[in-house]
């Protein structure tokens, strides 16, 4: 049995066993020492301290221990270094002459072992993870995944690949809290020791190693000439944070943190402050130095902008995340309700999400809620905190959503391919019918069918098909819709009228799409006067597989026929539109053939287009019948 005592590093509480305690406090005690004299000596003790508190927190939690013991202590003296130690490597520096002014090289470490890491996560510590092992600032890891995942980078189903892999790796890799003061990356900061104006060209120079003046150069060049480095530069400056801490600007340059490497870094920036700078420097820096004199002034305006700015974002924040909830409540509600047609009008009247909908299994609701009530209720957390001006964070909270977000998107992911699977493969049919024309009254026409009866073609359910019709759709024939027939009228060397009707659908299989592709149900209704086209066509699955029909319709060159205003409007052949402005009776008298060159051609109406001076002008309009009448002469011979 031990005595432990209970202290506070840096905000941290710990407890440490008495021994452990009188160990590291000698240790803090010789620091404290050996850089009372230096300047800033108290902020080199509050970093060191800093430094101390994490490495106890990383112990606390990969070991699961409650107090600090005295082996913890002395592994954290060895990988810190004592003062005796590095007064020891100094004196043997000094007596050697060395010429090797920079810090201490890492040990020769074994063989590197990925593993996700929990110190610095943001989802999983799967990116920071992988970017110690590559030992790269996790910035750019992350960057790189986010990416990728939206499909910003050109190869083939990167995203998938990079979801599928991040959660697998979450899953099988364990995490651990790494010793990052041995980690010998370096670190993007900005650099307020070099500044100008926020230290982001000399940041980037810390972590290229590129020359800081020609840096300097080229932002200036870029902010004349191209105008775009201006905005990267704020963007850099907002995004990046400033390396405040001796510890930070030691990571910047990727040294280990050991007490040899502080007093090295102090050194340094003793020995960089009494350079000088050139004079073609100076000049350079003149403009961008003034601006920095004079922005001070107006920080207190850039404080109202920004709390504006951060009030508006977080009220607009909690409204977003109020509406997507409510959203949330009622499909979650009319799922859970089975109601089909309070469905249909949760999902705007739209027959083909409607459809898909049906295809759906029980569960993906639930894979909906959990993946995007999460991201709803952070979305929340984060405007109530703006609001507040302060973080709001739940331990428990994140560990459960980011499993509910887990299980969630991986439910719509499955859902989602299975639903693509569904249009894997294509196939197509056809059917053709031959028919007799009788003579020049024979007329082609449109069914004048109600678009609650196209949509229960669809969904077999009279009473649901109204759902997604009001009343001024219900008798618009024309509207458009997946299951709209393509019809298209073409000339052929031939004796009968020829209707071919194409089938096309998807499927899991060939098979399977052709089956799609034959429950099309689509009508011709014809007779000793006509024929009468649908204008949709049905399914008999009730299933959506992307189908399509075409209908062609192939009329012996030279045969006479008529058709009614409506099927004119309804077909893809183009006719002039000025026919179109005549009444259903007058445009019925016209007498169409299908001409080997032109194609669809009036025999007995001259298209010409009308103006106001045109309708006004009897004269005219009776040398247009003469016209007409003309040409009734001149195609006797074809009727």
Known sequence: MKKTLTINLSGFVFHIEEDAYELLENYIKSIRQYFANYEGSKEIIEDIESRIAERFFEIRETQKTEAINQIHVEELIKSLGTVADFKEYEQSEQSEQSKQ??????????????????????????????????????????????????????????????????????????????????MGYKRFFRDPDNKVIGGVISGIAKFTGWDLGLLRVLAVISILVFGTGFLAYLIILIITPEAKTLTDKM?????????????????????????TESFFGKILLIPFRV????????????????????????????????????????????????????NAIQLGGELIPFL??????????????????????????????????????????SYVSTIMAVIGWIGLFYVGASLGNNFSRTASTNKTQLYAMTDSSFMFDIHHESQSSMVEKLLGDHALANEFLDEDERHDFNRGGFNRANITFEGYNGDSLQIIQFFKSNGKTRIEAEQNAQSVTYQIVNNLRGMTFDSHFGLKNYKFRNQRLKVKVLIPYGKVFSMSKELGYF????????????????????KWIM????????????????????????????DFEKRFEEKDKSDATIQ
């Not at 009030?311 to 799922?335: D, E, K, T, W």
């Not at 402005?581 to 019925?588: A, G, L, Q, R, Y």
């Open 251 to 275: 990571s910047m340059e990727g040294e280990p943190i050991t007490l040899e490497n502080i007093e090295h870094n102090i050194n340094k920036s003793i020995d960089s402050d009494n350079k």
């Open 291 to 342: 601006f920095a004199a004079i922005l001070p002034a107006f920080k207190g305006f850039f404080n109202v902008i920004r709390w504006i700015v951060q009030y508006f974002a977080g009220a607009l924040l909690m409204i977003i995340a109020l509406a997507l909830m409510i959203v949330l409540f009622f499909a979650f509600s009319a799922s859970l309700s089975g109601t089909n047609y309070f």
């Open 356 to 397: 898909l909908f049906q295809d759906l299994p029980k569960w993906s609701i639930w894979a909906f809620v959990f993946a995007f009530l999460p991201i709803i209720v952070a979305t929340g957390i984060g405007g109530a905190s703006l609001l507040a001006n302060k973080r709001f964070y739940n331990k428990t909270f």
């Open 595 to 622: 001409d080997p060159n032109i194609g669809l051609r009036c025999i007995n109406r001259i298209a010409v287009p009308q103006t106001e001076n045109d309708m006004g002008n009897q004269d005219d309009w009776e």
């Open 101 to 182: 002014s920079g810090p201490s090289k890492q040990s020769e470490q074994g063989k590197k072992v990925f593993r996700r890491d929990l110190s610095r996560k943001k989802l999983g510590g799967v990116a920071s993870g992988l970017a110690n092992y590559l030992e790269v600032d996790p910035l750019w890891v992350r960057l790189l995944l986010v990416i990728g995942f939206f499909g910003l980078i050109p190869l083939l189903h990167i995203g998938n690949v990079i979801f599928w892999g991040y959660i697998i790796c979450w899953i099988a890799i364990p995490g651990e809290y790494p010793n990052d003061s041995n």
């Open 571 to 590: 077909i893809e052949n183009m006719i002039p539109s000025e026919y179109f402005e005549e009444d259903e009776s007058t445009f019925k008298t016209a």
